[in-house]
């Protein structure tokens, strides 16, 4: 039998005996030439011989070993149970050559294999998110791996940006951290990139781990909560006003117990739709503004009858989600001037009176949008003053349908002081969702449609009535067949953007 054979046989032999038997390791052993092996407790092996044993089988059993021994024919001669000492293995060592192992050696990962990990992770967890939030952004950093990365800010865990890379040290490799800097990174980008990222560095931070808990969740958000006490001891809580760390234990029982996937992609995703929403017209919100938006999700997270939290919130619910956002805002820092002295005294600061303007236009304009016209009737009523500035006096205008004078007056409004770029874009909505929702009024029969018989021919009267005082040049009226109801109303189109300038 040639060598070869010999030693896949007896390879076969010591698998059975690993998966079997279940030892630590095994490896087999060709003895060297100058040594001789006997039966027994392997005496010195420096006889210039070659008698008994050509090949061990060495099961590790931790406190001993169990070796069997076999001929160059691979006959098993037997074997025995001998106690692991220093003296046994250095004979081994040097009176043996390896010719198998088990379990496999894992081959030596080099740094390359584990950026190579990192970036398919990171991949992992944009299409996760990109799925969830029901987005398309694309992270653009090549993510690599190196040693001994030096801390450059101690909030980003030993990463470090540079041009087109993401640094990441290899000490995370296939460590929960790695998932935490992920993900604390991408919600970041994809905060960044929906233009939603406050001046306050801090509470970015913050905010965006504790996102990274919420999608994480488990032990892994344990790990997020230890690490945040690590890198931001002082927390900052007096500025923020919200003590997360006092009701940790709270969080971490209502993310891992209360709530299920469907329902924390929901509560996600309703805060995300709501930062879009903000995206969508450029509103630069402060870091006070974005801590009250945080705040407002938090507290309805604790809240389990909350409908934000069991259902996903539609467009309409979220205008007006906003709308309150920017009350609370603009109550807690303005407490609603009621006389002309208090007015005043916004005016004498100009950047102070700039963001009193920008929440009184979104408070106005969020109402519009989402119909609730009696709340600017009451905000009017209550605030009198305000129709001291004429800016919300044109605004005040529309419940009454004047809409002619407050687009004359907007029309070469392009933003407010930057703080809102996309303002015309924000006028244009609120326009068409003012003059379709609360200007056009359409009356018609609606017995008609139940009383015509088949085959009848009866004339059909509908009747459109435009209450406000402009002239409304391009409104088309569509009708719909449906065989269930026969005929209804299906839309109205909307007019040219060039009409509303």
């Not at 995300?272 to 402060?286: C, E, G, P, R």
């Not at 519009?368 to 209550?382: C, N």
């Not at 003059?435 to 009356?443: A, D, S, V």
Request: charge should be positive.
């Amino acid at each position: 039998m040639s060598l070869r054979k010999v030693l896949k046989e007896i390879i076969q032999f010591g698998k059975r005996e690993f998966n079997e038997k279940k030892p630590l390791t095994l490896e087999i052993c060709r003895v060297k030439s100058k040594t001789v092996l006997t039966i027994g407790s392997l005496p010195s092996m420096m006889i210039k011989q070659r008698k008994g044993a050509k090949y061990l089988v060495v099961a590790d059993y931790k406190y001993f070993f169990r070796i069997y021994f076999f001929t160059s024919n691979g006959v098993l001669l037997g074997g025995e149970n001998l106690e692991k000492t220093k003296r046994l293995l250095k004979i081994l060592k040097k009176g043996t050559v390896k010719e198998y192992t088990l379990p496999k050696e894992p081959p030596k990962l080099t740094i390359g294999d584990i950026s190579t990990h990192y970036q398919e992770q990171f991949n992992k967890a944009q299409q996760l998110l990109n799925n969830q939030f029901e987005l398309n952004i694309k992270y653009l950093l090549s993510i690599v791996a190196v040693k001994g990365l030096k801390e450059v800010n101690e909030r980003e865990l030993c990463v470090q940006k540079d041009i087109n890379l993401l640094k990441v040290d290899v000490k995370y490799y296939k460590t929960p951290l790695f998932d935490v800097i992920a993900y604390r990174e991408l919600i970041t980008y994809f905060l960044s990139k929906m233009g939603i990222i406050p001046k306050n560095e801090n509470l970015m931070y913050d905010f965006c781990y504790f996102l990274t808990a919420m999608l994480l969740r488990g032990k892994k958000a344990e790990q997020i909560f230890k690490l945040w006490e690590t890198v931001s001891p002082v927390w900052n809580i007096k500025n923020y006003e919200l003590n997360l760390m006092e009701n940790k234990d709270q969080i971490l029982k209502l993310i891992n117990e209360i709530y299920t996937e469907n329902e924390l992609k929901i509560f996600i995703g309703n805060i995300f739709s709501t930062l879009d929403i903000l995206n969508k017209y450029k509103i630069l919100i402060n870091s006070e503004e974005f801590l009250s938006l945080f705040k407002y999700f938090y507290y309805g997270f604790q809240k389990l009858n909350t409908p934000i939290l069991l259902e996903k919130v539609m467009a309409k619910e979220l205008i007006i989600i906003l709308r309150d956002l920017f009350f609370s805002i603009f109550y807690q820092k303005y407490f609603l001037p009621k006389t002309l002295k208090s007015l005043s005294e916004i005016k004498n600061d100009p950047n102070r009176y700039r963001n009193f303007l920008k929440l009184t236009y979104l408070i106005i304009i969020f109402s519009i949008l989402g119909g609730e016209f009696h709340y600017i009737r009451e905000l009017k009523s209550k605030y009198p003053v305000l129709n001291e500035d004429e800016s919300l006096r044109m605004l005040f205008l529309l419940p009454e349908y004047k809409l002619s004078s407050t687009i004359g007056y907007f029309s070469n409004k392009t933003d407010v002081d930057n703080n809102i770029s996309n303002f015309q874009k924000l006028l244009q909505d609120m326009f068409k969702s003012y003059i379709f929702n609360y200007c056009i009024e359409i009356k018609y029969d609606s017995k008609f449609f139940c009383d015509t018989k088949l085959n009848e021919n009866k004339i059909f009267n509908l009747d459109v009535f435009n209450h406000s005082d402009i002239v409304l040049k391009d409104v088309t009226l569509d009708l719909v067949m449906k065989p269930k109801n026969r005929i209804a109303l299906k839309i109205i189109k909307s007019p040219n953007h060039k009409d509303l300038n």
